[in-house]
């Protein structure tokens, strides 16, 4: 698919097909992700794939949201802060940067295979921490379902005019 063409067919899903999302597929949209840049190629995370049968009542303790546990699989990306690179004029760590890239990567592969995606961002990380087994130094940064829209896209909503957006030169 052209490039153009797949970030406009990329929305977030919030209805989804119980059919099984195929293991080439689910290890492109993966490998997607495991190519994204990271700061100084670190790679400070990890990508948790989560198939959702037999756990939905659990998975909705960390999102409340029917939606979320309609697709059969949920992805948790995660950051390594301790493996991150850290920016010497001012200690910013930049592994959220970094797993935000990722997660992009994962998804715009994901519409690439004709799956879809919800950036999801509002769970609750304790649960998320008690279901996962995560330890302390882990953080969930980002979950997405995974699996084969059962929705259609809505209009896309009006965004800003580059206008509004870029600046050249200075503020």
Known sequence: MEFNELIQKRYSVRAYQ???VENDKLEKVLDAARLAPTAANRQPFQLIV??????EAE???????????Q???IICAVGLTSHGWVRGA??????????????DH????????????C???AFNPDAVRQALGLPEEVEPIAFTPLGYPADQPPPKKARK??????RYERW
Not at 59 to 69: A, G, S, T
Not at 161 to 166: A, K, Q, T
């Open 18 to 20: 119980p059919d099984p």
């Open 50 to 55: 989560i198939h959702t049968k037999g756990r």
């Open 59 to 69: 998975l909705r303790r960390m999102y409340h949201r029917e939606w979320f546990v």
């Open 71 to 73: 697709a059969p699989i």
């Open 90 to 103: 001012d200690g910013k760590n930049y592994t959220e940067v970094d797993v935000a890239i990722v997660m």
């Open 106 to 117: 994962l998804i715009l592969e994901a519409v690439n295979q004709g799956l879809g995606t």
């Open 119 to 121: 950036w999801i961002a």
């Open 161 to 166: 005019p580059l206008s509004e957006l870029v």
